[in-house]
């Protein structure tokens, strides 16, 4: 059973030449991977995004905002692509070159279903970095192991390469992601509560239509031509099928 609206937007999926999928929480949330925002478990519970995801929080707990991504990686690790990112990735290799997987999502999940070329705008969160910029002890040798691992010299940190707030987006990722949106057609922004800038503004920057995936209302339905009340899963598999 397929809702008129959600006709209306299979039909412009079809009309349009050039499509961003932006993506956020929610598109993971059936893979199993809890969502920022809502009500929350655990960690989630007990601190906002915006209270552990800064460096500031990490240079004041070092030791706590680390075991906070140690526990995500561990979490991230056991899940797998849902039928949304699925759907996403066959309709990319069923139509190469028509559509942007645009995600500010960390946990990889696009590109494990196999979408090729996903800006994501808000880092890996397999991945380190150094906490401040490397000297050269730290690019002489292995980080001591530790939570989290440090330089055995100087003390510098790593920490994970992921966007916190106050930090600049990857600046070729964020320029392609605002060059697709500006040139396409639809835009079809899923699972994301469109708090969170630059991404949310990708949403307001397009001449395209705007069509919402999502269960819940979000701040970015006054922008949308369409809003769908339906989750990622149910819905892309519907909206994606040629
Ligand atoms: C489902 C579902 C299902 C559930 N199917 N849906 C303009 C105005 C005001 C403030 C700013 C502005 N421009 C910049 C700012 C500051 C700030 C910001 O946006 N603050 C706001 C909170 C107000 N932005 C920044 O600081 C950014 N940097 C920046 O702008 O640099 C320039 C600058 C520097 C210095 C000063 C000023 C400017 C960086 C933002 C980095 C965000 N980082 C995080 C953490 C990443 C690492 C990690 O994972 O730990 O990114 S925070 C967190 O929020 C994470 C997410 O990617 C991001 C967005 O969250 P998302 O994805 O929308 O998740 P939720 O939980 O909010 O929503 C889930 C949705 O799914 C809900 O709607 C559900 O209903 C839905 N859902 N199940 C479909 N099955």
């Known amino acids: 059973m397929i809702h008129d609206l959600a006709v209306s937007v299979r039909a412009w999926v079809r009309e349009a030449r050039r499509i961003v999928l932006l993506s956020g929480a929610g598109m993971s949330a059936e893979s199993g991977v809890p969502t920022f925002r809502d009500a929350q478990t655990g960690l989630w519970a007990q601190f906002r995004p915006e209270e552990l995801a800064t460096e500031q929080a990490f240079r004041a707990r070092p030791g706590m905002v680390w075991d906070w991504y140690a526990l995500r990686r561990e979490m991230i690790d056991r899940v797998a692509p849902n039928a949304g990112h699925l759907a996403v990735a066959a ?9 942007t997987v645009v995600t500010q999502n960390v946990d990889g999940l696009h590109q494990r279903a196999g979408s090729p070329d996903v800006l994501a705008l808000h880092g890996n969160i397999a991945d380190d970095r150094w906490l401040d910029a490397p000297r050269p002890c730290c690019l002489a040798q292995a980080p001591q192991p530790g939570q989290p691992p440090r330089c055995a010299t100087c003390g510098n940190l790593r920490r994970p390469a992921v966007v916190w707030f106050g930090e600049l987006l990857p600046a070729a990722d964020l320029a392609a992601a605002e060059e697709a949106a500006a040139r396409c057609d639809l835009m079809l922004v899923v699972g994301t509560s469109g708090v969170v800038y630059p991404a949310a503004g990708l949403a307001r920057a397009t001449r395209g239509r705007v069509a919402i995936v ?10 949308a031509d369409a809003v769908l009340a339906g989750t990622a899963a ?6 994606l099928e040629d």
Not at 91 to 99: A, E, V
Not at 214 to 223: F, G, I, Q, R
Not at 234 to 239: D, F, S
């Open 91 to 99: 309709f990319q290799r069923r139509h190469p070159g028509r559509l």
């Open 214 to 223: 999502n269960p819940e209302p979000t701040e970015l339905d006054d922008a």
């Open 234 to 239: 149910a819905l892309l598999p519907q909206l």
